[in-house]
Nanobody, 117 residues
Protein backbone atom coordinates (compact mmCIF):
# COMPACT_ATOMS: atom_id res chain seq x y z
CA UNK A 1 0.00 0.00 0.00
CA UNK A 2 2.96 2.30 0.51
CA UNK A 3 6.51 2.47 -0.81
CA UNK A 4 9.25 4.06 1.27
CA UNK A 5 12.53 5.58 0.10
CA UNK A 6 15.23 6.69 2.53
CA UNK A 7 17.86 9.32 1.86
CA UNK A 8 20.40 11.40 3.73
CA UNK A 9 22.88 8.77 4.84
CA UNK A 10 26.59 9.18 4.45
CA UNK A 11 29.99 9.30 6.11
CA UNK A 12 30.45 11.67 9.03
CA UNK A 13 32.97 12.26 11.79
CA UNK A 14 32.14 11.36 15.38
CA UNK A 15 30.25 14.23 16.97
CA UNK A 16 28.74 15.29 13.68
CA UNK A 17 25.14 15.30 12.50
CA UNK A 18 23.00 13.86 9.75
CA UNK A 19 19.33 14.12 8.90
CA UNK A 20 17.69 11.10 7.34
CA UNK A 21 14.52 11.44 5.31
CA UNK A 22 11.97 8.84 4.34
CA UNK A 23 9.46 9.73 1.66
CA UNK A 24 6.37 7.61 1.12
CA UNK A 25 4.22 7.10 -1.91
CA UNK A 26 0.46 6.87 -1.85
CA UNK A 27 -2.35 8.82 -0.26
CA UNK A 28 -2.52 7.05 3.10
CA UNK A 29 0.70 8.17 4.77
CA UNK A 30 -1.05 9.87 7.66
CA UNK A 31 -2.73 6.59 8.62
CA UNK A 32 0.59 4.90 9.42
CA UNK A 33 2.77 5.03 12.44
CA UNK A 34 6.38 5.37 11.32
CA UNK A 35 9.60 4.02 12.69
CA UNK A 36 13.33 4.03 12.13
CA UNK A 37 15.37 0.87 12.57
CA UNK A 38 19.03 0.10 12.10
CA UNK A 39 21.23 -2.91 11.60
CA UNK A 40 24.93 -2.74 12.36
CA UNK A 41 27.49 -5.25 11.10
CA UNK A 42 27.23 -8.48 13.06
CA UNK A 43 24.16 -7.33 14.98
CA UNK A 44 20.42 -7.83 14.79
CA UNK A 45 18.10 -5.15 13.50
CA UNK A 46 16.95 -2.86 16.30
CA UNK A 47 14.32 -0.20 16.75
CA UNK A 48 15.73 3.32 16.96
CA UNK A 49 12.71 5.63 17.05
CA UNK A 50 9.00 5.69 16.33
CA UNK A 51 6.28 8.27 15.89
CA UNK A 52 2.50 8.08 15.93
CA UNK A 53 0.24 9.05 13.05
CA UNK A 54 -0.25 12.62 14.20
CA UNK A 55 3.29 13.03 15.47
CA UNK A 56 2.08 13.66 19.01
CA UNK A 57 3.93 10.73 20.58
CA UNK A 58 7.46 9.52 20.01
CA UNK A 59 9.66 6.68 21.18
CA UNK A 60 13.44 6.39 21.31
CA UNK A 61 15.81 3.61 22.11
CA UNK A 62 17.86 4.34 25.22
CA UNK A 63 21.03 4.34 23.16
CA UNK A 64 19.92 7.37 21.13
CA UNK A 65 17.84 9.38 23.61
CA UNK A 66 18.93 12.98 23.76
CA UNK A 67 20.80 12.69 20.46
CA UNK A 68 18.21 11.67 17.85
CA UNK A 69 14.86 13.27 17.04
CA UNK A 70 12.12 11.75 14.93
CA UNK A 71 9.52 13.96 13.26
CA UNK A 72 7.05 13.79 10.41
CA UNK A 73 5.40 16.08 7.91
CA UNK A 74 2.24 14.41 6.73
CA UNK A 75 1.66 17.07 4.08
CA UNK A 76 4.96 16.02 2.49
CA UNK A 77 4.56 12.29 3.15
CA UNK A 78 7.92 12.38 4.89
CA UNK A 79 9.40 11.23 8.18
CA UNK A 80 12.76 12.49 9.41
CA UNK A 81 15.44 11.33 11.79
CA UNK A 82 17.73 14.09 12.99
CA UNK A 83 20.91 12.49 14.29
CA UNK A 84 23.24 14.61 16.43
CA UNK A 85 26.37 13.82 18.42
CA UNK A 86 26.95 10.75 16.30
CA UNK A 87 29.13 7.97 17.64
CA UNK A 88 30.98 5.20 15.81
CA UNK A 89 28.54 2.69 17.31
CA UNK A 90 25.75 4.43 15.39
CA UNK A 91 27.24 3.04 12.19
CA UNK A 92 24.56 0.92 10.54
CA UNK A 93 22.12 0.65 7.70
CA UNK A 94 19.08 2.67 8.69
CA UNK A 95 15.62 1.59 7.56
CA UNK A 96 12.34 3.45 7.51
CA UNK A 97 9.19 1.44 8.24
CA UNK A 98 5.44 2.02 8.24
CA UNK A 99 2.72 0.12 10.01
CA UNK A 100 -0.19 0.07 12.40
CA UNK A 101 -0.62 -1.22 15.95
CA UNK A 102 3.12 -1.49 16.46
CA UNK A 103 3.66 -3.88 13.56
CA UNK A 104 5.63 -2.68 10.55
CA UNK A 105 4.56 -4.14 7.22
CA UNK A 106 6.31 -1.74 4.83
CA UNK A 107 10.04 -1.10 4.67
CA UNK A 108 12.40 1.09 2.75
CA UNK A 109 15.58 -0.10 1.08
CA UNK A 110 17.85 1.33 3.75
CA UNK A 111 20.51 4.02 3.78
CA UNK A 112 24.06 3.60 5.07
CA UNK A 113 25.29 5.75 7.94
CA UNK A 114 28.99 5.50 8.75
CA UNK A 115 30.53 7.39 11.67
CA UNK A 116 34.31 7.59 11.82
CA UNK A 117 36.30 8.06 15.00
Amino acid sequence: QVQLVESGGGLVQAGGSLRLSCTASGRTFSRYAMGWFRQAPGKERESVAAITRSGSKTYYADSVKGRFTISRDNAKNTVYLQMNSLKPEDTAVYYCAAGVAGEYDHWGQGTQVTVSS
